[in-house]
């Protein structure tokens, strides 16, 4: 079984070539699925990681992808964020390799139904 919370620590200082944010983001029904699919991340109800702030993640092979809300389950990474609704990121930081990255943000800006606003470091989480 792949160990998210392993990976990240070991692939922590790789990770960080480019980076990315978004501001409140819901996707098209399915769209976050798709992200993760063009960008070879195994389709997975994410891991809740406890570090600071929590966040749900999910990594690839180059990319890391951290959100408020889990937009595949609805599921809030805090009581305090978002209504814990599906296809709802809320909050939204990627980092990687700067290819990966300039892929996951064509590929966010294709699905999503909605973004607040966006910046080229992970200003909203």
Known sequence: MFDLKRFLTEHRTILREAEH???LTSFKPGGFQKVLQGLGIPVSQGTLVQSGSPVWAWAGPGIQIMTGNNPITGERSSRTIGNGEKDYASYMGLE?????VKQAVAL???HADEIKDESDTRDFI
Not at 96 to 100: F, S, T
């Open 21 to 23: 944010g978004f501001d």
């Open 108 to 110: 966010i800006k294709k």
């Open 96 to 100: 990687g390799d700067a290819a990966k």
